[in-house]
């Protein structure tokens, strides 16, 4: 039995190189997918930013809310076909920038598209959207003859 403990360290490289600044810009890439994003993120070069969604279920609908800060209620447009809702809109710049030195942007402008499915049950046909102050927020009513089609199956054994 072997009774040395090897030392963790972090091989990556330190964040000032070339290297250590694309591997921490990987890193937080890989940690983004799977976390929800606050407003509109960007995904990197050649991708537009990515509106933050929720969807809640309540007892009479679903509650989808979208942030959306900085877009205009005419830069929204939604649709819904097969069960998959789809946002698309686009963040303009307005400014007019005439100092061209800034050191850092961090703003994202550009289209964006989003596309959510819906639970089974979720009436396409009974959607009521509202925007206001930046926020999308759905309410989408349940079909209940869809929600009493659902049934348990027993699993028995052999």
Do not use: C
């Not at 509202?130 to 052999?158: E, Y």
């Amino acid at each position: 039995m072997n009774d040395i403990t090897p030392i963790a360290r972090d091989p990556s490289p330190a964040p000032e190189t070339p290297f250590g600044w694309l591997r921490h810009e990987i890193d937080r890439l890989f940690e983004d997918v799977g976390r929800p994003a606050r407003g509109l993120t960007h995904l990197g070069a050649g991708f537009g930013p990515v509106p933050a969604v929720e969807l809640v279920e309540r007892e009479e609908d679903y509650r989808l809310t979208a942030e959306l800060p900085g877009v205009k209620e005419d830069d929204v447009d939604l649709s819904i076909t097969d069960g998959v809702l789809t946002l698309k809109g686009e963040k303009h710049e307005n400014e007019e920038r005439k100092d061209g030195s800034f050191m850092l942007s961090e703003r994202r402008y550009g289209a964006f598209e989003r596309q959510i499915r819906l639970p089974s049950d979720a009436d396409a046909d009974k959607i009521d959207a509202k925007f206001k102050k930046g926020v999308l927020t759905l309410a989408i009513a349940k079909d209940q003859r869809k929600a009493q089609q659902a049934r348990k199956i027993p699993v028995n054994a052999g």
